[in-house]
């Protein structure tokens, strides 16, 4: 599992596997599951990212 922070747009992503994306779902507003071909979560996107997670979660992010 890998994580990453772009400040710039305020966004977290969590990469649960290096499977190719087949489809993306917003499954609550501003947190988007990515899936692949098997329907299996491949990533997470969280979208305003400082609303949502602690100060120190991002920086171990960046």
Do not use: C, H, Q
Not at 9 to 38: C, H, I, K, M, Q
């Amino acid at each position: 599992m890998k994580t990453a922070y772009d400040p710039k747009v305020d966004a977290l992503y969590v990469t649960l596997s290096d499977r190719p994306t087949a489809e993306s779902e917003e499954v609550s507003p501003g947190v988007v599951f990515d899936y692949d071909a098997d329907n299996r979560i491949v990533g997470i996107e969280l979208l305003n990212a400082k609303a949502r997670l602690a100060a120190d979660a991002l920086r171990a992010a960046e």
